[in-house]
């Protein structure tokens, strides 16, 4: 019923624009998790100032109670009744010549293409409950070489508390956007004229960033990992050995005159949009035998993919990202325990930062009705896939299916997560690739002398490091836990005369690996605790005559604790605690830590 309600409101949101807007032509208006949208061409632009009436005019729509009817045609008798809309045609034509095709007529002057199901009547949606929410643009079908649509969002729920409690959920979602909060906070900016996708961490964000890359490498490196320090661009040739020329070319920033991308006697280059390739080129600096593997490479990436511009948003999806990626060449005999490593560091990541309890697993395989889009034949595919899902079984791993989203070169297991708004995004992914080894050559000499080509996995063990700040702003709303804090202690003498001694606690901190900084303004006590509470300090340490003359300090903690008269060494034995251990709470108490 949920589903068909809104299905139902769609139709009546656009017969409202039709009787508002002169020569408006409708595109498509699916359902979705809040309500529905719907994609116009209009000669105007809806703004928000057209929300009420939009509105208004929804609620006098329904007042009429007119019936939802449905009608099936023929493909000649829908591309009759729709001739004069370019984009009902387009779907039309798009179908089956013998396919049965439905609309739906709301009253008897308002016909929509449409498969159903709906409501019978739009009286049964009396008392249910609309917002227009935005208007934004949409390419039509999602092609940015086709025409800018208006897309207008409603939020639709069975009942007025429904879409209270959505809209008040909605609006601590934006307190937490981490593309507005972010900015305040002035943790990333973006400028015009570097251009978009292209975010600019500022120093808090590059703190963050910088102690998560570190935290990585060290964990790798203690997991068996190598490190590797490979180009950003290559030569279109190297891109043609793993067939990313053939397959993710359009997402590449290919350098050069596109009309010379296919002259074998040109030199082009492109940036890259992964490191596999290049990693490979390690593996193949000598001669491997079995007892060199399983081969465990790592790499801090900075990478480049060709973002659709509507695509784009914060820092969650850019057009240069910095990944933690890695690939393991392992024998099929290690293929299972490798994959598992690969699954427990994610989780150890995932953990330490506070995201494993808000993501879930993906087994994302191919699709087998579209065979261009891979490489390999069915056979292989559908074997590794078996392979793939006993080594999740195995681990009783939790996963839903998806076809059609595997990497063009095997399958692979995705860790999904959502931003404030409901979004879905990959943050992490461990892909089993049979097929690049033996077109890059890859070859290890077994236990029986015969020359054989390794499985390899390609993983991520913390993702984008871009996306995963953001996924942290919002998931904490910028109070982020003491180890992961750009500014960890912020310290407030509370005359001039305790500068020194504020100075020397600031040293000690500083020298055990804390980030600190003293307030020597010349403004009031409260000013100075006030300006680090806004950029969400954990930890504010006072110092006025009573600490000096104790070696003692006085703290407020974030959480709103106060707490006077503590040992520094204690502080500084709980600031080393949350640190090693990551912790995600603050210590409220400051003795025998």
């Known amino acids: 019923m949920l589903e068909q309600g809104r299905h139902g409101l769609a139709h009546i949101l656009a017969k409202a624009i039709t009787e508002l807007f002169d020569d408006a032509k409708l595109a498509i208006g699916p359902v979705i998790d809040t309500g529905f949208y719907y ?34 045609l023929s493909k000649p008798e829908a591309l009759e009744l729709f001739k004069d809309n370019a984009y009902k045609l387009e779907l039309i034509e798009d179908l089956p010549e013998d396919e ?18 709906h409501v019978e009547n739009s009286q049964e949606l009396f008392g249910w409950a609309f917002k227009v929410q935005s208007v934004t643009g949409a390419y039509w079908r999602g092609d940015a070489s086709r025409k800018m649509l208006q897309r207008v969002y409603c939020y639709a729920f069975p009942n007025k508390a429904e879409l209270k409690a959505h809209i008040a959920a909605f609006e601590e979602a934006l307190k937490r956007d981490h593309n507005k909060l972010g ?108 007892r060199d593997l399983p081969l465990r490479y790592n790499e801090t990436a900075k990478l480049f993919r060709n973002e659709a511009s509507g695509e784009m948003h914060g820092l969650i999806r850019v057009r240069q990202f910095t990944l933690a990626e890695g690939h393991i060449a392992c024998r099929p005999d290690q293929l299972e325990a490798e994959f598992a490593g690969c699954l427990d560091l994610a989780k150890h990541m995932l953990q330490a930062i506070g995201l494993y309890e808000d993501v879930w697993f993906r087994f994302s395989k191919w699709d087998a009705t579209n065979r261009e889009k891979y490489i390999g034949d069915a056979a292989q595919w559908e074997a590794v896939q078996g392979v793939m899902r006993k080594i999740l079984d195995d681990l009783e791993v939790n996963y839903i299916e998806a076809d059609g989203e595997a990497a063009f070169y095997g399958p692979k297991l ?39 080509y390794p499985f390899v996995i390609h993983r991520s063990s913390i993702g984008c490091y871009e996306r995963t700040l953001a996924l942290l702003i919002e998931k904490y709303a910028g109070k982020f836990p003491f180890w992961l804090s750009p500014l960890q202690v912020g ?29 020597h303004s010349d403004g009031t006590m409260g000013n100075k605790i ?64």
């Open 491 to 519: 310290v407030v003498p509370v005359r001039e005369e305790h500068d020194q001694y504020a100075d020397e606690i600031a040293q000690q901190l500083c020298a055990a690996g804390v980030r600190v900084q003293v307030d």
């Open 183 to 290: 900015r305040s906070l002035e943790l990333f900016a973006t400028a015009d004229v570097i251009g978009q996708g292209l975010p600019v961490l500022l120093p808090k964000g590059a703190m963050i960033v910088r102690t998560l890359q570190r935290f990585v490498e060290d964990e790798e490196q203690r997991r068996g990992y190598q490190q590797t320090m490979t180009p950003i661009m290559a030569k279109r040739e190297l891109y043609k050995i793993s067939t990313h020329w053939d397959h993710y070319r359009d997402g590449m920033f290919v350098l050069g005159n596109p009309e010379k991308f296919d002259d074998e006697s040109e030199e082009i280059l492109a940036l890259r949009p992964m490191t596999c390739p290049f990693q490979f080129q390690a593996y193949l600096n000598k001669t491997r035998s079995y």
């Open 530 to 593: 006030k300006g680090f509470r806004k950029e969400l300090v954990p930890y504010i340490v006072i110092v006025g005559d009573a600490e000096q003359q104790s070696g003692t300090i006085s703290l407020r903690v974030r959480t709103g604790v106060q707490a006077n008269n503590i040992a520094f060494a204690d502080f500084l034995v709980a600031c080393h605690n949350m640190t090693e251990n990551h912790k995600l709470e603050l210590i409220e108490q400051f003795n025998n830590q």
């Open 414 to 452: 995705d860790i999904q997560a959502k931003n404030v708004f409901g979004k879905e995004d990959t943050i992490i992914t461990i892909q089993i690739d049979f097929q690049l080894a033996e077109r890059f050559g890859m070859e290890y000499v077994d236990s029986d002398g015969e020359k054989k």
């Open 100 to 117: 049965i095709i439905s609309v739906y007529y709301t009253g008897d002057d308002f016909c929509d293409l449409c498969r159903g199901p």
């Open 39 to 72: 994609d116009f061409d209009l000669p105007a632009s809806i703004t928000e100032a057209d929300f009420k009436a939009i509105e208004a005019k929804m609620s006098e729509i329904l007042k009429r109670r007119e019936a939802f009817m449905r009608k099936e």
